[in-house]
Every structure is written in structure tokens, then in C-alpha cells.
């Protein structure tokens, strides 16, 4: 029984991780102080600050947008260009390609992300610049509201001996979330432009994926798999997204070349590690070892 209700507490997560996500882009209700409120309290439950939709909001921004005026980058979980990875020494190419093969990237490091960074997070406000970001003060403050509401969270928890069982529930939905968040956006041919020749539309359309999840898991991923009409108009809220999709899909060709992607290619997409410039492509650590040789 705990083996089942630690599966469906990850999967609830995931689905309160994508409410949190809405009230991060006034989406979820029509009043932005409704919004906010509910951001501020479901982010401890989730182990996210409220801050976080200041540079997710960025990463809108710039989905597929080279040298971008906001200095973030095109995609944030491909870390390096092939060049990169050719001017590394063996040692460090080995280290890379441990550190971010698939299973650590999406288990380890995402946990370490979700139950450690995200409890400094305000300190990222003080060497970067986000969209809007409000007083440093209100940030700190926050956060410390947050760490709090976590603690009470998790000494209740244990106090009613379920410690074990949501922490290993937030392990499956963190790295589930990291998943989908990858298959969104990391794919072959990518859209990726110079900032000149990117636009909202194409960031959408073009370089956002439609996940052809199944049926018995739409209740929980809350609609997020139709990704590419999230980066179209992220104030569309997640439980519209469907209605949206079949409505165009029915009325015009719109969505006609939108990337559609199975959990088979999603699963096929997560070993694509660097991104190589010049043929514009991403490709496989394998694939630049083999690059590399090639010049040898």
C-alpha cells in the first residue's frame, strides 16, 4: 500500500508543481494578488521558491534564442557545445559526461535541486537579472517564509511517520518534472536563431514540443504536454490547453508541423547532451567522442 500511495502522492506533486506553475504566469486565476498568494503557499510544498517564475519567465524569453540581451541560455539543460567539449581535456570530458549522463542529471542533480539550491535561491538575484524582479528585501523574504513553511512541512511529516515516503515521492516527481521539462524543448532539428530572427510565435510553434501523453496521465501533467501552445501564450492556463489544441487543430492547419513527440522519443532524446553549432543539431556524448577522433 505505500508502494502505491507514494506513486500517487509523486503524481499529485506533479500536478500541484504545475498549478505553482500557472500562479507563476497569472494564469491559473484571473486576479495577479489570487495568483501570488497561491504561489507563495503551494512553493513549499513543491520545494520551489515563488521567485523561480522570475527566471522561468526568462527562459520564455529566450526558448531557441542565441546571444539573447538577457544572457540566459537558449536551453538550460544542454550545458555544452560541441566546441566546448572539444577543448576539454580527457580527464574533464570524462567527468562531463559522468556527471551529466541521463541517470544523474535527471535523479541526483535535479533532487539536489529541488531539496538544497532552491533554499538559497534568492542569492541568485544578487548576481543575475531576471525579468521584473521585484526588491531584493521581498526576495529574501520570501525565501525565508519558504525554508520555513518547508521545515513545518517535514516535521510534520515525520511526526505522522510518513517522512520517507513523500520525500521518495518528491525524488519520482522531481525527476518526472525534469523529464518532461527536457522533452519540451531538446529535440532534432531544434529551433534555435540569432536574436535578430527569433520571435515569440516560432519559439512556440517551433521550438516547443506537443507530448503525446497518455490518457490515463493527463489528469496529472495538467495539460503542460501541450508545450507548444504554453510558449504561444503562456497566459492560456493549463486547464485550457487541450481545449485549445483541438479547437485550432480543428478550425486551421496551424499546428500542422508542431513537434510531436511519443514517451518512446522522449525516452530516445534524453542521452542528446551537446549542441553542435555547425551542423545545428544536437547530438550524443558518443557522437562527440567520435567527433573528436576524427581529428586525431
Known amino acids: 500500500m505505500s508502494i502505491l500511495t507514494t506513486i500517487l502522492f509523486s503524481l499529485l506533486n506533479i500536478k500541484t508543481f504545475i498549478i505553482f506553475h ?9 486576479s495577479k494578488t489570487l495568483n501570488r498568494i497561491l504561489g507563495i503557499l503551494i512553493a513549499p510544498m513543491v520545494y520551489f521558491t515563488e521567485s523561480w517564475k522570475y527566471t522561468h519567465n526568462t527562459h520564455h524569453l529566450t526558448n531557441g534564442r542565441k546571444n539573447n540581451t538577457y544572457d540566459f541560455a537558449h536551453n538550460e539543460l544542454i550545458f555544452f557545445t560541441l566546441k566546448q567539449y572539444k577543448s576539454m581535456s580527457t580527464v574533464y570530458r570524462q567527468v562531463i559526461k559522468t556527471v551529466f549522463h541521463p541517470f544523474n542529471l535527471f535523479t541526483v542533480l535535479t533532487y539536489f535541486k529541488f531539496m538544497v539550491f532552491h533554499r538559497f535561491y534568492a542569492f541568485c538575484f544578487l548576481v543575475e537579472k531576471y525579468i521584473n524582479s521585484p526588491p531584493i ?33 518528491t525524488f519520482i516527481s522531481s525527476t518526472c518534472g525534469a523529464l518532461l521539462f527536457f522533452s519540451q524543448h531538446t529535440y532534432n532539428p531544434p529551433y534555435i536563431v540569432d536574436n535578430e530572427e527569433w520571435t515569440l510565435v516560432d519559439s512556440g510553434l517551433k521550438g516547443s514540443s506537443y507530448i503525446e501523453i497518455p490518457w490515463y496521465l493527463k489528469y496529472f501533467t495538467g495539460g503542460i504536454e501541450y508545450h507548444h501552445i504554453h510558449h504561444y501564450n503562456s497566459k492560456i492556463p ?22 510531436k513527440m511519443s514517451l518512446i522519443d522522449c525516452y530516445k532524446n534524453l542521452w542528446l547532451s551537446l549542441y553542435d ?3 545545428g543539431v544536437y547530438i550524443t556524448f558518443n557522437d562527440g567522442e567520435k567527433e573528436i577522433e576524427k581529428e586525431l
Open 137 to 169: 528585501v521581498y526576495l529574501f523574504a520570501e525565501q525565508i517564509f519558504n525554508n520555513l513553511g518547508i521545515a513545518a512541512m517535514l516535521y510534520f511529516q515525520y511526526k505522522y511517520s510518513i517522512l520517507n515516503h513523500c520525500l521518495m515521492g
Open 238 to 259: 493549463n486547464y485550457n490547453l487541450k481545449k485549445v489544441h483541438d479547437e485550432v487543430v480543428s478550425t486551421s492547419n496551424m499546428f500542422d508541423n508542431i513537434v
Open 22 to 30: 500557472d500562479c507563476g504566469h497569472d494564469s491559473y486565476t484571473p
Open 277 to 279: 553549432e555547425d551542423r
